[in-house]
């Protein structure tokens, strides 16, 4: 199937298709003797396995990889489940210090709630910035 039956198939563009085969998420498909790119029917299902990948927040690399493994003949999914659980992680850390910047705002807005400008000196910038005197 030629590169434009395919991204009408999948929704994805013609750059796209051929960004994932540069990224080799593709396998460079074969020509026709017009030199045309003929993929393969399975190419599609592929393609939708990126995008679903993808929606799922892992990487090019990441998804890359677990490609590799399969096209090697390799089940995936323990290092599926692996990427999963490293995202989940990360996702855990990266809300934990979205709370503590949440709370440090919230400090601040209380201060600022308090924080006479008038009472600011010449020297400072903003006081609501300053650190906290203890």
Do not use: N, W
């Not at 998420?25 to 393969?40: E, S």
């Not at 929606?55 to 090697?72: C, N, W």
């Amino acid at each position: 199937m030629r590169i434009g039956d395919l991204a009408a198939r999948t929704g994805l563009t013609t750059k796209t298709i051929r960004f994932y085969e540069g990224s080799s998420l593709l396998p460079a498909p074969p020509r026709t003797p017009g030199g045309y790119r003929d993929y393969p029917d399975d190419t599609a299902a592929r393609l939708a396995f990126i995008r679903d990948a993808q929606r799922a927040g892992l990487t090019l690399a990441e998804i890359r990889s677990i490609l590799a493994l399969r096209d090697d003949g390799h089940a995936p999914c323990t290092h599926v489940t692996d990427l999963i659980h490293e995202h989940l992680d990360d996702i855990d850390r990266r809300m934990a210090e979205l709370a503590a910047t949440r709370e440090a705002l919230r400090d601040l807005a209380a201060r600022a709630a308090t924080t006479d400008p008038d009472a600011c000196g010449a020297d400072d910038i903003c006081t609501i910035l300053k650190p906290a005197r203890p």
